[in-house]
DNA sequence: GTGAAAGCGCTAACAG
DNA sequence: CTGTTAGCGCTTTCAC
């Protein structure tokens, strides 16, 4: 290209501010930039994780990514599917949590790439999938070896779709190491605090307590651990605790930290009202002050 | 509308598997139904909750939340913000880290709304901030009542935006309260855990060192509880620890949960690839399996 | 090398 | 209430 010409776009460029249109550019290409992450929880910081990377991979393909929420809800989930199709999305990733294969269809028959990340298939697409089944031996040898027999886990809801591939696979190799993991020490609920918590309290409860609780993931596994704490159980020692998945916080903490509460939802919320107004039309800009908080516990 | 001209329309739709294309609506239309959240860190618990909120509080305003990571680079929030342009966006959340305000002027110019959650302005702009003044004094106030006097912090880097707030304030509370911050009780870094650990062990080989560690934000400050327990520090009796935020672990786990790691940063780089070969014309799905590994601490 | 023109799929405006 | 039309800003193609 003659230099000349170059600067002379150049020039009127920035005269003018302009910027290419990216949304005309898609239309006329048939290519989007974006690619939708679509989760039960982005606030698990499993799910965090697994977004801040697939961002950062994506980006050198000059893709962005939507994140979006399902609150493990199958409406929400399929929503968000046809939305992805409206949207011409490049991709879609997704840990389905309620959707059946047929789910997918109108996507793959759309030609939209499609990555599955889950424990099990859901039909011919694309899927990311742990092994865990060493890893859950492992985990059983070394409750055997702390000589616990009784286990137990608190699993995901009964209507999941694909089953509870974490609970068959931990009954299927207690059997085999001779181990229980009998059905009155099987609970079941969300994948949430509020339902470790509960399950927790429910297994302890019963006549013969288990020696040993498996977890659904580690928000559920944190649950059981604060509820625990409240009933005056000590871990390890009167019960063992596993987990799934390695969420950052499972390293992390040996005591509750004190901390200064800037509270990420009423900033949210406080955002959103903002832009809403300017959606609406306000003109002057406004500062909204979000209340800090002392929280004292354990490291002070 | 004739009943039966829906009915037909509706038929044709199913017929053909229609959906609107929302990229050719935006372009005439001029609105996109994205808005953007530009903050340092997705993978920080603050800033994913703040995205989770943020998410669903657009939501009912038929808007999606593009996440953004900027790892606190200023070239890369720089190039977001241009990005935020030439996409349209409906709007911007952003927590800025190395911007100024000047760096905001294509986009007011531009009429794009913008929100900044930060603890002080970037100018004429919409800002959600902290009100901590009365959090932190309260801290202070607990740490005194503890007969701590000697108050150092690990406090963020020394070229962020807007100087670092928490320091300034907590240095002149301090100040007002008889208790000292003394200019070898002030280390910076960066907000990860990595800084946090080095700070503090830096702290803590001072000739007199402090009571009491205040922190830039919780992640900083679980490193530093992480180095502590290297050192053999007990918090809270050799040292007093406080972070900032209350990102969801801080107040989650009093011991470290054993767990079977499902390691969420390979499943977004295996997700990405598929996606990659997708886009590059692959036709046949494929299954990739990263290995989950069982990772013993101290909850068994 | 540069210039002109068609058309992506939609919405808004207007005519019937 | 329905049908027709222009044009959003870009990329692609084809002619110069």
Redesign the pocket.
């Known amino acids: 290209?003659?230099p000349?010409?170059r600067a002379s776009v150049e020039a009127a460029t920035a005269e003018l501010s302009?910027?290419?249109?990216?949304?005309?550019?898609s239309?006329?290409?048939?290519r989007s930039s974006l690619a939708a992450l679509i989760v039960p929880d982005i606030a698990n910081p499993f799910y965090a994780q697994l977004a801040a990377t697939l961002q950062e991979e994506l980006r050198k393909r000059g893709l962005h990514v939507v994140v979006c929420n399902t609150r493990a809800r199958r409406d929400e989930e399929q929503a968000l599917l046809a939305e992805a199709v409206q949207q011409r999305f490049a991709g879609v990733v997704i840990t389905p949590f309620r959707l059946k294969p047929r789910d997918f269809e109108p996507l793959t028959d759309a030609g939209m790439p499609v990555v599955v990340s889950a424990d099990v298939s859901f039909g011919p697409i694309d899927l990311v999938t742990p092994d865990t089944r060493a890893a859950t031996r492992s985990a059983l040898q070394q409750v055997a070896a702390a000589q616990r027999r009784r286990i137990a886990m608190i699993a995901g809801p009964r209507d999941a779709a694909g089953g509870d591939p974490r609970l068959e696979q931990l009954r299927s190799l207690a059997l085999r190491l001779g181990m229980a993991l009998p059905h009155e020490l099987v609970v079941r609920g969300e994948h949430t605090r509020e339902a470790g918590a509960t399950g927790f309290a429910e297994l302890m409860s019963r006549r013969h307590r288990p020696d040993a609780v498996f977890c659904g993931n580690d928000v559920i596994a944190v649950g059981a651990m604060e509820k625990a704490h409240e009933l005056g159980f000590d871990i390890p020692r009167d019960v063992a605790l596993i987990g799934h998945d390695d969420a950052s916080f499972a390293s992390l903490v040996r005591l509750r930290l004190t901390t200064i509460r800037h509270p990420a939802a009423e900033v949210a919320r406080a955002a959103a009202r903002l832009l809403d107004e300017r959606l609406d039309g306000r003109k002057v800009h406004r500062t909204v002050q979000v209340k800090a908080e002392f929280v004292a516990r354990s490291s002070v």
Chains 1, 2 share one sequence.
């Open positions: 290209m003659a000349e010409t302009f910027t290419v249109n990216t949304t005309a550019r239309l006329r290409t048939g």
